[in-house]
Nanobody, 116 residues
Framework: QVQLVESGGGLVQAGRSLRLSCAAS????????MGWYRQAPGNKRELVAS???????DYADSVKGRFTISRDNAKNTVYLQMNSLKPEDAAVYYC??????????WGQGTQVTVSS
């Protein structure tokens, strides 16, 4: 059974940093593209960053230069380092695993709140 568990969210002042983690279980991590998405109230869920099994990354324009996605295949964990946070970054952040063979899986989300 696949499970994705996010952690690391919280309340932070604008300009500060947070690091989110997503631990995967269920033998899906190494072959999956891992992504971080976010959804603010009233908005659609949007892609923030993704990283393929080979380590290629992609970022939303709004976070380029501030956020960094990385993965540790030995720990089955993907990270999102968020620097220079802005109030508009506040949202629930979700981790997703995308496997060609097994489909898509989502975590339960972790709240990020940025105070101005």
């Amino acid at each position: 059974q696949v499970q994705l568990v996010e952690s690391g969210g919280g309340l932070v002042q604008a300009g500060r940093s947070l690091r989110l983690s997503c631990a995967a279980s269920g033998n899906i991590f190494s072959s999956s593209t891992m992504g971080w998405y976010r959804q603010a109230p009233g908005n659609k869920r949007e892609l923030v960053a993704s990283i393929t099994s080979g380590g290629s990354t992609d970022y939303a324009d709004s976070v380029k230069g501030r956020f960094t996605i990385s993965r540790d295949n030995a720990k089955n964990t993907v990270y999102l380092q968020m620097n220079s946070l802005k109030p508009e970054d506040a949202a629930v952040y979700y981790c997703r695993a995308a496997s060609r063979l097994r489909g898509y899986y989502w975590g339960q989300g972790t709240q990020v709140t940025v105070s101005s």
